[in-house]
Each structure stands twice: as C-alpha cells, then as structure tokens.
C-alpha cells in the first residue's frame, strides 16, 4: 500500500508563493507518475500538474502554466509543487496522486490515479 501526505498550504496573499510536497511511503516513488490535483468548495476535482517518473514529461493545464512548478526527488521519494504568483481564485484543497504506472496514459485524468494523499488547504487572498 502506498501512502501520500501532503503539506506546505497555508494561508498567503495574493501574489504571493508556496512550496507544497508529498511525501510518498509504501512503494518504490520511482516506479509512479505523480500529479497534482485540487478541489475548492462547490466545485469539481481539477487537474493542477503530473510529471512522468524520470521527470521527462511533465503537464500543465493553461491555467496554471507560468506559475506552478511540479517536481520530484525520487532518492526522497517526495513530490513538490511550487505555486507562484498566487490567485485568489487557487484558493483549494490540494491533493498529491500516484498512478502505478511511470508514465500516465492520461495525466490529466483523476481516474488514471492509484493512491490519493489527504490533502492540504491552500488560502489565496486578494
């Protein structure tokens, strides 16, 4: 069994930066595609960033391009997102993802993932 936490939200100004990380434990983290995904209040789960194992391919959705950064530490087994030029409308829960597989059929699926962490609350305000 795989395991996933996630920390580093917080509350921060518009504008402003965050580093959020997923520890993984449980299973071999270089033998994942990892993603990153978020939920606010009233809407849907939202595709954020994934990176392949090797971190040789990595997605974005527009709305986050130019601002967020995924990265890994497979030698840590811990996934990373830095989160800069901050939005209210990023306010979220943020959740770390692991698919079973090193590189996602579809990335930006939430369905294409394995094992999901807790999730960490992210608070933008303006």
């Known amino acids: 069994q795989v395991q996933l936490v996630e920390s580093g939200g917080g509350l921060v100004q518009a504008g402003g930066s965050l580093r959020l990380a997923c520890e993984a434990s449980?299973?071999?983290?270089?033998?994942?595609?990892m993603g990153w995904f978020r939920q606010a209040p009233g809407k849907e789960r939202e595709f954020v960033a994934a990176i392949a194992w090797n971190s040789r391919h990595i997605y974005y959705p527009d709305h986050v391009k130019g601002r967020f950064t995924i990265s890994r530490d497979n030698a840590r087994s811990i996934l990373y997102l830095q989160m800069d030029t901050l939005k209210p409308d990023d306010t979220a829960v943020y959740y770390c993802?692991?698919?079973?597989?090193?590189?996602?059929?579809?990335?930006?699926?939430?369905?294409?993932?394995?094992?999901w962490g807790q999730g960490t609350q992210v608070t933008v305000s303006s």
């Open positions: 449980g299973g071999t983290f270089s033998n994942y595609a």
């Open positions: 993802a692991a698919d079973d597989q090193k590189y996602s059929r579809d990335p930006y699926s939430f369905a294409s993932y394995d094992y």
